[in-house]
């Protein structure tokens, strides 16, 4: 999955949130600027964290995936030959 605009999408959305209220309570322009630059680089912080942490839990599911896969292949390759629990059945 692609992540990678996750961060700049929400220094969007925040920008444009912090522009609305700042124009709403007549900030001056260095007020205005100010808490623009502050609420943009938060909300680059977070989405920084919040990607990181999606592509952490998608890999640990990938590697689950992988693990249950091997499992159920050496459970088939046992019937084969076979053998369940380790013993060898005789007919």
Do not use: W
């Amino acid at each position: 999955m692609n992540r990678n605009s996750l961060p700049l999408i929400l220094m969007l959305v925040a920008g444009l949130i912090t522009c609305i209220i700042s124009v709403i309570r007549h900030f001056d322009v260095f007020h205005m600027l100010l808490a623009l630059l502050i609420c943009l680089l938060i909300a680059f912080i977070l989405g920084s964290i919040v990607k990181g942490m999606l592509n952490y839990f998608d890999r640990q599911n990938e590697q689950k995936s992988m693990e249950a896969g091997e499992v159920i292949e050496k459970e088939a390759d046992q019937g084969e030959n076979g053998k369940s629990d380790g013993t060898v059945k005789s007919e």
